[in-house]
């Protein structure tokens, strides 16, 4: 079974609002990372967050955890055109689990 | 450094054949791991190699078979192909065992008519 589930299903903005996305997992983790698909494609890292961290930023990107609730969230803020593609979350259970995915869509 | 290589890009079988897949990972990954994306079941773990040893299988069935050369290239197999198996498989590189970052390559689509 899936470990990350990743929340909403599909998410559409417009251009420049902040995108939010959310992860819930089951199992104690090490760390959790996001991943962005752009369609049809392979995947690319776009962070990772340690266990005993509570947020981390890179970019336009900013990443929560509470492991406490086992989950996370990834924030897009001033989303661009470029950033329509699927977003997963994955977490490490003695090998990565991804979740689903957010299917992204930014309207111009 | 060339980033993670999967031949072919894209396939058409029909039922009952085999097919194999190839990856070469990222000049000195030696761990491997291969997935299987469909719109149904999204991205699944297949299994992860790691210096020619097989380290985790995921929960596939024995038609699909891996592994992996000195080189740390790496074959995926999948014999008697079946219609639910039309897929993206993606190959994805890390340095050590996977626990963090993993590079993925742009995957071999596969068709089975």
């Known amino acids: 079974s899936q470990q990350g589930e990743e929340d909403p299903q599909a998410l559409s903005i417009q251009e420049g609002e902040n995108a939010t996305m959310n992860c819930s997992y089951k199992?104690?983790?090490?760390?959790l990372q996001w991943y962005r698909q752009n369609s049809g494609r392979g995947l690319v890292h776009l962070i990772l967050?340690?266990?005993?961290?509570r947020e981390k930023h890179s970019g336009r990107l900013r990443v929560t955890l509470d492991t406490s609730k086992k989950s996370s969230s990834l924030l897009i803020t001033a989303s661009r055109a470029a950033d329509t593609a699927s977003y997963f979350c994955?977490?490490?259970?003695?090998?990565?689990?991804f979740g689903k995915g957010t299917r992204l869509h930014i309207l111009p | 450094k060339a980033g993670v290589t999967q031949t072919p890009r894209y396939l058409i079988k029909t039922r009952g054949q085999q097919v194999t897949l190839s990856c070469s990972p990222i000049?000195?990954?030696?761990?491997v791991s291969w997935y299987q994306q469909t719109p149904g079941q999204g991205l699944q773990f297949l299994f992860e190699?790691?210096?020619?040893?097989?380290?985790n299988k995921g929960n596939f069935p024995g038609r699909f078979s891996g592994r992996q050369f000195s080189n740390s290239r790496s074959e995926m197999n999948v014999s008697t192909l079946e219609l639910g198996d039309s897929a993206l498989y993606l190959c994805?590189?890390?340095?050590?065992?996977?626990?963090?970052?993993?590079?993925f390559g742009p995957g071999t689509r596969l068709l089975v008519l």
């Open positions: 199992t104690s983790i090490n760390n």
């Open positions: 994955a977490t490490d259970d003695d090998k990565i689990i």
């Open positions: 994805a590189s890390s340095p050590t065992p996977i626990k963090e970052t993993q590079y």
């Open positions: 190699y790691f210096s020619e040893t097989q380290r």
């Open positions: 000049s000195g990954h030696r761990s």
């Open positions: 967050i340690r266990s005993n961290e």
